[in-house]
């Protein structure tokens, strides 16, 4: 708890661009839940060196994000919208706890056996702890709450084992957090291929929607979303590529799948494709303004930056000094 107010935190990777799935899968929650809770959001540009970055992009691109955190409705007063590389805590907490995570837990991780598979020239070591330093990052500030899309559940799963396991060694040291799922866009599929999960490195630039996308693109991407021979909008699994369309438009017009299946009830897949692909221009639309706007004015971001990299540093200290404590460091003199 942070005064009355417990504790939310989340990330994002300053890989690529976002797509609509982070948005519809995180972002978009971020913002329904910023007001109840104390919220911490981070860039985590520690987590994206562990696939090779250039230096240039990746500062621009930890920037945007940042940036666009604030643009998507975050109000950095009131969040605490920060990089992780700024807070030294992230890297610390995360050393103690990979003596504290086994690397059975680790061989278990289906995103590591993916990135590894996709990175062959290059299995690191911090490809396979990063499930260490994401537990870290959560509980450094002893968060309630996680949301996240459903690709990151198993990350969470292993930072509540690890938090419980500190925890029956140490005492309540660590809050154990919940994730928190979205009932609609937890899990946005490819529009090229809706087996796989709609993702910033898909080689093919037409399975996702970028956030920055014009409208003609994003008009243009819809048009060529994979569908089946059907030929009818409906909500079962058996159509895969109209279910994800329908996760999506509901996702962001707020209506239901039943109602969506009535609108288009004896319509084409055409027409179909036409109204969600207007549905995802009307949310991009204001974001993308906004960015713009925001993006131009340096010393703004800039105050944000320090503010909450000191705001984000005070509260990972009082964990880490807790943990440290607790596993027998000595303390300092001062
Ligand atoms: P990342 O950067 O891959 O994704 C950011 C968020 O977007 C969600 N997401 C999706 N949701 C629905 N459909 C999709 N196709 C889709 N693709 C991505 C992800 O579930 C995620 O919520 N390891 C994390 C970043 C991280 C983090 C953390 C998250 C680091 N530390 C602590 C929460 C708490 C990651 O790589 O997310």
Not at 139 to 156: C, F, M, S, T
Request: charged share 25%; net charge neutral.
């Amino acid at each position: 708890m942070i005064g009355d107010k417990k504790v939310l935190f989340s990330g994002m990777q300053a890989t690529g661009s976002l797509t609509l799935g982070n948005y519809l899968g995180a972002l978009k929650n971020w913002i329904s839940l910023s007001d109840e809770y104390e919220c911490f959001y981070s860039v985590v540009d520690l987590h994206s060196i562990t696939i090779r970055q250039d230096p240039a992009t990746l500062r621009k691109r930890a920037r945007d994000l940042l940036t666009l955190y604030i643009a998507a409705g975050l109000d950095p007063e009131k969040n605490c919208i920060y990089y992780q590389s700024h807070v030294s805590g992230h890297t610390e907490l995360a050393w103690i706890l990979n003596c504290f995570t086994y690397m059975g837990e680790l061989n278990r991780m289906t995103q590591f056996k993916d990135k590894a598979a996709k990175h062959s020239d290059n299995i690191n070591a911090g490809l396979y702890t990063y499930p260490v330093l994401m537990a870290a990052d959560i509980l450094l500030y002893q968060a309630d709450v996680v949301p996240v899309g459903n690709d990151q559940l198993q990350h969470l799963e292993i930072t509540r084992d690890i938090a419980q396991r500190f925890n029956s060694i140490y005492g309540d040291v660590f809050t154990v957090p919940e994730p928190y799922v979205g009932k609609v866009g937890a899990r946005i599929m490819s529009l090229q291929d809706p087996s796989k999960k709609m993702s910033k490195s898909d080689d093919n630039p037409n399975a996702s929607i970028y956030l920055m996308d014009d409208a003609d693109t994003v008009m243009r991407k819809f048009k060529r979303a994979v569908t089946d021979s059907e030929g009818c909008v409906a909500y079962r699994r058996q159509q895969p590529g109209i279910y994800n369309l329908i996760d999506i438009y509901c996702a962001c017009t707020g209506k239901t799948p039943e109602e969506t299946v009535r609108e288009f009830d004896g319509k084409g897949y055409g027409e179909f494709k036409l109204a969600v692909g207007e549905s995802v221009v009307d949310v991009l639309r204001p974001l993308q303004e906004k960015f713009a706007e925001l993006s131009k004015d340096r010393a703004y971001i800039d105050g944000i930056i320090k503010k909450n990299g000191e705001k984000a540093s005070y509260y990972a200290l009082k964990t880490l000094r807790k943990v440290q404590k607790k596993v027998g460091f000595p303390e300092k003199i001062r």
